[in-house]
């Protein structure tokens, strides 16, 4: 309708009392006078409108009111007949829909990019819960007990020296996946990257018994991706690398911090503070965990006391404990590695001979030509003769090696006691 004498250009006044009447009643209205209509009272709104007929329904879709789709005429009344309201409020249906499926449309982008987000530094199912708003994360600061893990490789910078940019960054982005990957595979947060180093948090947002232990876990798993990490350098025709790991578990403060312009969520505190320290006295391949960690963990994972150091800050040195898992499970044996072994699928028969170049404590790495047909599990063995150690393929690579040529790395998962035979095998074929 044109808007009534006295109102601005452009706007289109209306009784809010009318509006109340629709919303209230939940179908579609018909009114042929409003001005003399005995169940409304003659409010301000209503007269300064001018609101003659009256034809309105609500936007309503799965029990949720959008808006309003009203039309009026302030000249004369019975403007509408009662054909008008069933297609009006045929209308209003299908146009409450369209919006509903718009707003629909615009939250899940929305949730879309904050997934995408989240996703950077929190484990998928800590992702959902803060988009599905099961779990808050406050954009304040609050006190939570947390465990704190810092890995930092070492020599790396000294070793970049000698590659191209790209390889710096291609071999960055290749720990790192590796990293994060057990990282959020024990329920981890990835707190933030410091050139080679990482930085990572249990008990923020979400905390549980279990974060401590979930956290050596997770430095162990890394320290032996490392070792797979290692191998595709190798081939690469990079250098390998080495990585200490250091923990801690205490209270910190939780929140958003930064300038107004960047802001990050992140953990601060003597606990970070004491994590770091921790974490700068291991050498290659060692996990070092604090007193707090030690005593939440005792029992559940192999620890050997290392002794107190001194703490910038604290009048009282910090006791420190090494996580030796290396020795938790003694091969016993040593074989001379790299050494060729025979390789025999067990679904389909194939066989073929690959070359050996680590045996660790769950497993082992074995390099293979790219056009070998390697399933799931394999039968590895010394010769032809032997039975084999059953194997499961945990990854595959294809790399190259150091003449150029394309080569499948391939870490196997199999029994440590079937892993100890098969050492004494090779060295049976060698009389080592």
Not at 67 to 76: E, H, K, N, P
Not at 214 to 231: D, H, P
Not at 275 to 297: K, L, M, V
Not at 396 to 425: C, F, H, M, N
């Amino acid at each position: 309708r044109d808007s009534q004498p006295g109102a601005r250009k452009g706007e289109f006044a209306f009784s809010s009392s009318l509006l109340a009447r629709v919303l209230s009643g939940g179908t579609a209205m018909l009114m042929g006078d409003a001005l003399s209509d005995p169940a409304l009272q003659p409010t301000g709104s209503l007269l300064r409108s001018g609101t003659r007929s009256v034809l309105a329904a609500p936007l309503a879709s799965r029990g949720d009111t959008l808006g309003v789709l009203y039309a009026d005429r302030t000249d004369v009344a019975d403007a509408f007949t009662p054909e008008d309201r069933p297609l009006f409020g045929a209308l209003a249906t299908i146009g409450a829909t369209a919006l509903a499926a718009d707003r629909y449309s615009v939250k899940l982008e929305q949730e879309s990019v904050v997934r995408a987000h989240l996703a950077r530094y929190l484990a998928p199912e800590l992702v959902e819960e803060v988009v599905t708003g099961r779990l808050s994360w406050q954009p304040g600061g609050e006190l939570k007990e947390v465990t704190v893990l810092f890995s930092d490789v070492r020599g790396f910078t000294a070793a970049s020296e000698k590659l191209s940019p790209q390889d710096v960054v291609a071999s960055l982005n290749d720990y790192f996946a590796l990293m994060v990957e057990e990282v959020f595979r024990e329920g981890g947060t990835l707190d933030k990257f410091v050139g080679d180093a990482i930085m990572a948090v249990w008990g923020s947002p979400l905390g549980r018994e279990t974060d401590p232990l979930s956290a050596v876990r997770a430095a162990v798993g890394m320290q032996r991706a490392v070792g797979a990490f290692n191998v595709r350098q190798v081939a690469a025709g990079r250098p390998p690398i080495s990585m200490g790991v250091g923990i801690n578990t205490g209270p910190a403060v939780a929140g958003n911090i930064g300038a107004p312009r960047r802001m990050d969520y992140t953990v601060i505190g003597d606990t970070v503070n004491l994590a770091s320290r921790i974490e700068s006295q291991t050498g290659p391949g060692q996990i070092f965990i604090g007193e707090a960690t030690f005593q939440r963990i005792k029992g559940q994972m192999p620890v050997r006391p290392m002794g107190p150091i001194a703490v910038k800050g604290r009048t009282q040195p910090a006791w420190i404990y090494e996580i030796t898992f290396e020795t938790s499970e003694p091969r016993g044996v040593k074989a001379t590695l790299p050494r060729p072994v025979h390789c025999r699928m067990q679904a389909g028969g194939l066989s073929f001979t690959a070359l050996l170049s680590d045996i660790a404590s769950d497993g082992l790495t074995l390099a293979a030509r790219v056009d070998d047909r390697i399933g799931d599990r394999l039968l590895v063995s010394a010769g032809e003769a032997d039975p084999g150690v059953e194997c499961d393929v945990a990854s595959r690579y294809v790399g190259t090696d150091s003449k150029g040529r394309k080569v499948q790395i391939l870490t196997l998962r199999a029994a440590p006691a079937a892993l100890a035979g098969l050492e004494r095998s090779l060295l049976a074929t060698r009389g080592e």
